[in-house]
Structure formats: C-alpha cells, structure tokens
C-alpha cells in the first residue's frame, strides 16, 4: 500500500483535502490525522472492518479497545447507550479536549471497537483538524494513537510514517501537536468516577466537577484498559530512569555504554527539557524519537518530582523505562 501525505493547515484546514479524507474514511481505509494530544489513526467507527485494519495495520492485540472521537458532544448518542451525569458534567467541562469518558455502548458498536466489551471511550478533539474531518465523515471515528503497538506515540507526522510508512491510506501532516501525551481516560459507568489513564487533565481538575474520583490501577481496570500494561509507550533504546540521572548516566558510560541523559541542569552529555509539567510533556515524545535515531544504547531520564502536576508525565516514563532507579545519591534529595 502506498501512504501518502497531505500537509494542512492546522488552524484553517482546506475543505477540500479534508473532503478527500473524510471519503477515504467513508471507503473503509485508515486516515492519520492530529489531535491536540498526538496523532490518531483513524477508521470509521460503525465499520467492523475497517477498524479490524487499524488492529492490522498497529499489530495491536483485538484485548484492547480503542477511542471513538466526535466532533461534538451531540453526536455521543451515535456510540453511547447511556450519559451518565458524571459524563456529562465533564464534557461539560473539559471537551473538546484531552479527556476520553468510558460509557455504557450502544448495540450496533462494533465488537472491534469495544474489545468485545459493553463499554465505549468516547472523546471529542480539540483540533480543528480532526474536528472538521470527523464532522465532513459523518461517522464516529475510532482512533487509537497512530503508532504501531507498544511503541512510541506520534506527536508529527514523520513520526506516523516511521511507524506506518505503507500500512496505512493517508496522512494528514498539520505539524507538532501541542499537547504530546495521550488523553486523560476515566471510567464514568460506576457511582464513582475512576481514572483509568492520567493525562493533562489531572486527577485534581476532575474532582473540582465531579467530587471524589478512584485513582490507582486495581486489576479490573488493568483488564479493562491496557493502556495501563506496563509495556507501552516505549522507545527501541532502553530507557533508564533514575533519580540521579548524573549517577546513573556515569555508571552506564563507565561500563562502556553510548548514554544520553534528558534532564535539566546535568553535568554529563544530555538534552535539556522544560521543568514545566504541560511543555516538558508537548516535547517528551518528539525527543524520544529524536534520541532513538542517534545511536545511543541507553537513554537515562531524570525522574521529574512525585507531585500531582507530573502524574502523567511520570506515568509515561515509567511505561517507557526498562528499568526505574530511585537510589537517590543527591545531597538534597
Ligand atoms: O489522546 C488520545 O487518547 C489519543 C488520540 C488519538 O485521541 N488516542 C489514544 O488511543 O491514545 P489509544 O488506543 O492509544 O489509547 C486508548 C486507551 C487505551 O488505554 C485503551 O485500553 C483505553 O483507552 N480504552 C479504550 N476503550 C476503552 C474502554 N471501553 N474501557 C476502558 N478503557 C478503554
Ligand atoms: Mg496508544
């Protein structure tokens, strides 16, 4: 299969080249588009076959479900047999934008989507392009991130081809995504609202709406979204985070090891990124690709702090990282 790239502009799409991908869509093929948290690939939503191709395409095992994406909260009654009111208050609140609400199906959702479940994740974009593109489908459009599975996400469109070069229909190249880590995930079918997956809507800003919200993974959630598995998210070099990225950086070298190290205010050869939590997490991705192209044999990331405002960026990493050192030999530790 031959990929190919359309560029569009990310503020003010042409209609055109999103009428083009919109009937890609409609056929049944597979269009990555962006999203304001990292490239989606995405299917028509109500065509099992189709979505059975974006497993195809990601290598993705058919246990894990993916997103349904709308361009307007009207549209949830498409894929969603019931709102709870926890639902709506945080639509209400934070779409479109990056938190995806895990809600009782509809029948006629695909089992593909689903996972065979009788729950669906629905979120609506914020990103003009995907919101006109799903708009001129007409469909619910299912989108995981458009990576092949367990690997990096995509937060440019080079980094979709680097993973799905020929596998795929199109790509919609509408620059850096602003975001650059996946979606807040919560489950609003229970009484109480629980958070699958963190993301940059925190824990904190949820229970501002909705009062008391369940965090930390117990294995039905584990089950039920694998998005929590430990393996995902990773880069082909090994990544090592560590407390004390310095120690750590000159222990591998010593051993003879090719070592990068992301941090801030390092001693030994490393690549700087922000102390803030929302841009250190619209970078994170890009320098990972960026890193795993150089040739290094380990990448050693300094763990940020163990507070709120770093949940899902620390989250990430860990799901990143083969190995986690927390010995921390900093006299101000
Ligand atoms: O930001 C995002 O969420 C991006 C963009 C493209 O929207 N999408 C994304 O999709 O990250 P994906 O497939 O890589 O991650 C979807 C996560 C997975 O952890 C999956 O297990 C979980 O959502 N999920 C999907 N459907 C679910 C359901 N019915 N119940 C629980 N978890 C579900
Ligand atoms: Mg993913």
Sequence with gaps: MNTETFRVDPVNPDPAIIAQAAELLREGRLVAFPTETVYGLGANALDPVAVRSIFTAKGRPSSNPVIVHVAESSQV????????????????????GPLTIVVPKKAGVPDEVTAGGPTVAVRCPNHPVAHALILAAGVPIAAPSANRSTELSPTRAEHVLKGLNG???????GGPCTGGIESTVVDATGPVVRLL??????????????????????????????????????????????????????RLRDAGFRVISV???????????????????????????????GNYDRIVIEMPPNTSEWA??????TRAATDVIMNDSRPDA
Excluded: C
């Design 77 to 96: 009654g498409n894929v969603a047999a019931e709102w709870p009111e926890t639902a709506a208050q945080l639509a209400a609140r934070f779409w479109p």
């Design 167 to 173: 596998r795929i229909d199109l790509v919609l190249d």
């Design 312 to 317: 899902a960026v620390r989250d990430r990493l």
């Design 263 to 293: 941090g801030t205010d390092l001693i030994w050869e490393y690549r700087s990124i922000s102390d803030n939590p929302q841009e250190y997490a619209a970078d994170l991705y890009a320098l990972l690709h960026d890193l795993d192209n």
């Design 197 to 250: 997956r963190p993301g940059l809507i925190t824990a904190h800003m949820l229970e501002e709406v909705v009062g008391r919200v369940e965090t930390g993974a117990n294995h039905e959630a584990v089950v039920r979204s694998p998005g929590q598995m430990a393996k995902h998210y990773s880069p082909k070099t090994p990544v090592v985070l560590a407390a004390d990225a310095d120690a750590e950086h000159k």
